[in-house]
């Protein structure tokens, strides 16, 4: 059995003198390693005459102790000597390899890595819609192996069951849309061109964008828990072994669905948001429903409902394969399934803003506005 290390302090009029004793090794300093980090006042120097052995840990231990103090060893045998030495040479090449960072250092550091992160991610996600497409049209060279069932069950999910939400989240910022408007136009009493900002908003912008944001939420992040718990219990590799591609059997009707309820779901959106500003705008600004449905159709082309049919598909196709994508990265555990859903809603939605700021710059270009 090692002798107990311990320690005493002496007062010196130069400071105080810490004398080590016992056996400095890890099997009885586990004790002393909080009374010496404890010594109030300065420590002038360290006495390690009484040591009988020491170890790697041991002389950590001592060498830490005269650093956080700045006092010198003295009275060491030659095997501790050297042994706190090495010590201390592999501390001062340690902290000589990792020099101090400032704070703009870790910014930078940290904005060049999440564009790294970002940049590889937007790579991984061409190549999936890649896949996606080729698997696409194999599809449609071998119509046998399409999955009817599998894309009418997706019908239900991403556009019969999202009806209630959708409805009432649309029917609301109709309401929203009429009165902010209204409170600003009656500035100039021109209350009457209300109608115009819910007929034109609604079918051209916020009828499809607010819709997809919805499906985001809702069928993205499902898209992404229902694949990346398939791939957590092995279901996917399971179906590679029997020869079933997956992007055919679990991707493809997913996105078909998201491509064809999207527009659906779009028309549906912007007729309940312009009811919804068409009864605010008969309660509140007394204009009747048969006027409001009369200068409805005098003020909005009809190219604004076409613009919104346009980029419902596209946004359905974005929403299904960024959900899709994130599900087919999960690794490792359950966690990485929370982890991935957030990054596909994420995802999802900044991809949707994207292309409709584009969308919006390139009909204005077009002389669609």
Same mark, same amino acid.
């Given at each position: 059995?090692?002798?107990?290390?311990?320690?005493?302090?002496?007062?010196?009029?130069?400071?105080?003198?810490?004398?080590?004793?016992?056996?400095?090794?890890?099997?009885?300093?586990?004790?002393?390693?909080?009374?010496?980090?404890?010594?109030?006042?300065?420590?002038?120097?360290?006495?390690?005459?009484?040591?009988?052995?020491?170890?790697?840990?041991?002389?950590?231990?001592?060498?830490?102790?005269?650093?956080?103090?700045?006092?010198?060893?003295?009275?060491?045998?030659?095997?501790?000597?050297?042994?706190?030495?090495?010590?201390?040479?592999?501390?001062?090449?340690?902290?000589?390899?990792?020099?101090?960072?400032?704070?703009?250092?870790?910014?930078?550091?940290?904005?060049?890595?999440?564009?790294?992160?970002?940049?590889?991610?937007?790579?991984?996600?061409?190549?999936?819609?890649?896949?996606?497409?080729?698997?696409?049209?194999?599809?449609?060279?071998?119509?046998?192996?399409?999955?009817?069932?599998?894309?009418?069950?997706?019908?239900?999910?991403?556009?019969?069951?999202?009806?209630?939400?959708?409805?009432?989240?649309?029917?609301?910022?109709?309401?929203?849309?009429?009165?902010?408007?209204?409170?600003?136009?009656?500035?100039?009493?021109?209350?009457?061109?209300?109608?115009?900002?819910?007929?034109?908003?609604?079918?051209?912008?916020?009828?499809?964008?607010?819709?997809?944001?919805?499906?985001?939420?809702?069928?993205?992040?499902?898209?992404?828990?229902?694949?990346?718990?398939?791939?957590?219990?092995?279901?996917?590799?399971?179906?590679?072994?029997?020869?079933?591609?997956?992007?055919?059997?679990?991707?493809?009707?997913? =996105?078909? !669905?998201?491509?064809?309820?999207?527009? /659906?779901?779009?028309? *549906? @959106?912007?007729?309940? $948001?312009? %009811? &919804?500003?068409?009864?605010?705008?008969?309660?509140?600004?007394?204009?009747?429903?048969?006027?409001?449905?009369?200068?409805?159709?005098?003020?909005?082309?009809?190219?604004?409902?076409?613009?919104?049919?346009?980029?419902?598909?596209?946004?359905?196709?974005?929403?299904?394969?960024?959900?899709?994508?994130?599900?087919?990265?999960?690794?490792?555990?359950?966690?990485?399934?929370?982890?991935?859903?957030?990054?596909?809603? =994420?995802? !999802?939605?900044?991809?949707?803003?994207? /292309?409709?700021?584009? *969308? @919006?710059?390139?009909? $204005?270009? %077009? &002389?669609?506005?």
């Amino acid at each position: 059995m090692p002798n107990s290390a311990d320690f005493t302090v002496e007062d010196l009029p130069s400071g105080q003198l810490l004398r080590l004793s016992g056996d400095f090794v890890i099997a009885s300093i586990g004790a002393l390693d909080r009374s010496l980090r404890d010594i109030n006042g300065p420590v002038s120097e360290i006495d390690i005459s009484a040591v009988t052995h020491m170890d790697t840990v041991g002389a950590w231990l001592v060498h830490r102790t005269a650093k956080e103090h700045d006092a010198p060893i003295t009275g060491g045998a030659n095997d501790a000597s050297r042994l706190i030495d090495a010590v201390r040479g592999a501390d001062q090449a340690e902290a000589a390899a990792k020099p101090p960072m400032s704070s703009l250092y870790h910014f930078l550091a940290e904005v060049g890595g999440a564009v790294v992160v970002g940049m590889m991610t937007f790579l991984q996600f061409l190549g999936f819609v890649g896949q996606v497409v080729k698997a696409f049209f194999s599809l449609l060279m071998n119509p046998r192996r399409f999955r009817w069932h599998a894309v009418v069950q997706h019908f239900d999910m991403v556009g019969v069951r999202a009806l209630g939400i959708v409805g009432l989240m649309s029917f609301l910022i109709g309401i929203v849309i009429a009165q902010q408007g209204a409170v600003q136009l009656r500035q100039f009493g021109a209350e009457v061109f209300t109608i115009n900002l819910i007929g034109r908003l609604t079918l051209r912008e916020l009828g499809i964008l607010m819709t997809a944001i919805m499906v985001a939420g809702r069928s993205g992040s499902a898209f992404a828990a229902q694949i990346g718990t398939m791939k957590i219990t092995e279901e996917i590799d399971a179906m590679r072994t029997i020869g079933v591609v997956p992007v055919e059997a679990l991707v493809v009707p997913r =996105v078909i !669905a998201a491509v064809f309820m999207m527009p /659906l779901l779009g028309i *549906f @959106a912007s007729l309940m $948001s312009i %009811i &919804g500003g068409g009864l605010l705008c008969w309660i509140v600004l007394d204009i009747p429903p048969a006027t409001f449905v009369q200068r409805l159709r005098e003020v909005t082309p009809i190219t604004d409902f076409w613009v919104g049919m346009i980029k419902a598909p596209v946004f359905g196709a974005i929403i299904a394969m960024a959900g899709c994508f994130q599900g087919m990265q999960v690794k490792g555990n359950a966690e990485q399934v929370g982890l991935r859903t957030t990054a596909a809603v =994420v995802q !999802a939605i900044f991809l949707v803003i994207v /292309l409709d700021a584009f *969308f @919006a710059v390139f009909f $204005s270009e %077009i &002389g669609w506005d």
